[in-house]
Nanobody, 128 residues
């Protein structure tokens, strides 16, 4: 029902920036909560950032102040601007979507199990 495609990953030096895009199709995302997650080899999937349908944002402590999640509903796209990248940010980054909820508690939006739709992921590699 909702297809998500990530683009923008690549190789960058520590301290650099990347901008990831998540293009949605099949449904308008205006009524969806959207999230970014990442997974490094040998690690569990990790919450990065989320933006609710109304625009409220949440960030993992590890990226707070460095990453910005945003959405452009007219373009049916969600973005993740990543600044001040560190080697520990290296991972496959995936976009996720779920019908909007109004639970209003941060932790709810950090849980992978909340999201029904996932993109294929895009690799981000940060060199020292």
């Amino acid at each position: 029902q909702v297809q998500l495609v990530e683009i923008g990953g690549g190789l960058v030096q520590a301290g650099g920036s990347l901008r990831l895009s998540c293009a949605a199709s099949g449904r308008a995302i205006s009524n969806y909560d959207m999230g970014w997650f990442r997974q490094a080899p040998g690690k569990e999937r990790e919450f990065v950032a989320a933006i609710r349908s109304g625009g409220t944002t949440y960030y993992a402590d590890s990226v707070q102040g460095r990453f910005i999640i945003s959405r452009d509903n007219a373009k049916n796209t969600v973005f993740l601007q990543m600044n001040g990248l560190r080697p520990e940010d290296t991972a496959v980054y995936s976009c996720a979507a779920d019908a909007a909820t109004y639970f209003g508690v941060r932790i709810y939006y950090t849980l992978p199990s909340k999201y029904d739709y996932w993109g294929q992921g895009t690799q981000v590699t940060v060199s020292s």
